[in-house]
Structures are given as structure tokens and as C-alpha cells.
């Protein structure tokens, strides 16, 4: 079936880099995509989102960018900082409406100060 | 910001045991939605209601009953709970119109011995 999957389980950075979380997805018709950040012990915080219409929405240090030639989501973190260590995953609208998302499986994000 | 509020964040129930979870969103959003959430699964949809009194099933809803009988407040029912049913709990809830995203509670771990 159609399924979000993330390249990276986990990824290890220091504070101050940058961070980039990718997301592939398999469904052409999907037209809205949306980076959640789920800290231990709480629900998933929406990040930011982008209609299939967009390639790149920026939001407070974050950027999303879809490629949807390659059917690629990433998110990108500008001088992360420890409180962004989460598990990050992303959701698609692969049923055409914004209640029936398809969800990744997360990438854990570790800052080491 | 939307408030989306899981009446527990942990519970312990025995086999055999009919459970209730509780949500209530302060939004006036039309769509409320249950997932669960395990290690590796990511989140699976259990129901989702578009109105009051209205409900779908989602892509798991063997052994789950909703209720919505007023806008604000989406409940979750095992009706027998099974340790199979040990788990997160997500509640959330969304705007009907447009492409938006859902907001989510913080959850509500259930264990089932």
C-alpha cells in the first residue's frame, strides 16, 4: 500500500548545525505534507506545513521542501539547538482530504550541546 | 492556540475491562480524530468524526467504539480491553475546511494487564 518512510532513524548533530530530516513518499496524489515534532512524553507539535503547489515554505528556523519529481519531503532545522532533539516525522494527504494522512514512522533528532 | 486535552495520561486496566477515553478540544473544530500510537507502527488511525454524532472508521477500528455527541468532546471506547490494546493514545482534531493541520493531545498511555 501507499506509506510514508523516512530515510534516517536517527540523526546525531552539534549545536549550532544545521539539520536536515528527510521524508520519502509513494503517493503521487498526495497534495499537502506536514512536519510534526514529538518530544518524549507529549503529543505531536505541528511544525510547519506546504501544499503540493509549493516547493520550499519557510517558517521560524525551519524550511520544507518538496520535490515532487522525486516524491521528497525534507525538513530543514537552521542552528539547532537542544531543545530541537524530538523524534520529527511527516504526514501526507494521500486520501485527498486533511483526515486521511499517512504518517512516517520518525527520525530522532539528538543535539549534543 | 488550539488545546486539545486528554482527560488521562496513564491507565492501567485489567483484561475484560471496558475503557473509556476522553478528549475535548476548546477549537470548535469539526474534525476529531483517534490514533494509537507503538514503537515502529507509527500512528494508526482508529476513528475520526467529521460532525456530531457522525463517525468513520479508520484503518484499525476492530475492538474500538466512539462517541461524539457534542462538538467539542470526541470519547474512545474498548469495549473489552485486550493487552493487545497497550498502547498510546492520540487524540486530535482539526478545522473542516481547507487543507489544515491536526493538533494533537499529549496522549494517554494505556496499559492493559
Known amino acids: 500500500g501507499e506509506s510514508v518512510g523516512l530515510h534516517l532513524p536517527t540523526l546525531s548533530v552539534q549545536e549550532g548545525d544545521n539539520s536536515i530530516i528527510n521524508c520519502a513518499y509513494s503517493n503521487s496524489a498526495s497534495d499537502y505534507f506536514i512536519w510534526y515534532k514529538q518530544e518524549s512524553g507529549k503529543g505531536p507539535q505541528f511544525i510547519i506545513d506546504?501544499?503540493?503547489?509549493?516547493d520550499k515554505r519557510q517558517g521560524q528556523r525551519v524550511t520544507v521542501l518538496l520535490n515532487k519529481t522525486v516524491k521528497h519531503l525534507s525538513l530543514q532545522i537552521a542552528a539547532t539547538q537542544p531543545g530541537d532533539s524530538a523524534v520529527y516525522f511527516c504526514a501526507e494527504n494521500s486520501g485527498g482530504s486533511n483526515y486521511k494522512l499517512t504518517f512516517g514512522k520518525g527520525t530522532l533528532l539528538t543535539v549534543n550541546p | 492556540d488550539v488545546k486539545v486535552t486528554q482527560s488521562s495520561r496513564y491507565l492501567v486496566k485489567r483484561t475484560g475491562e471496558k475503557v473509556f477515553l476522553e478528549c475535548v478540544q476548546d477549537m470548535d473544530h469539526e474534525n476529531m480524530f483517534w490514533y494509537r500510537q507503538d514503537p515502529g507502527l507509527g500512528l494508526r488511525l482508529i476513528y475520526f468524526?467529521?460532525?456530531?454524532?457522525?463517525?468513520e472508521k479508520g484503518d484499525i477500528p476492530e475492538g474500538y467504539s466512539v462517541s461524539r455527541e457534542k462538538k467539542e468532546r470526541f470519547s474512545l471506547i474498548l469495549e473489552s480491553a485486550s493487552t493487545n490494546q497497550t498502547s498510546m493514545y492520540l487524540c486530535a482534531s482539526t478545522q473542516r475546511t481547507g487543507h489544515s493541520p491536526l493538533h494533537f493531545g499529549n496522549g494517554t498511555r494505556l496499559t492493559v494487564t
Open positions: 506546504i501544499r503540493s503547489n509549493m
Open positions: 468524526s467529521y460532525d456530531v454524532k457522525m463517525k
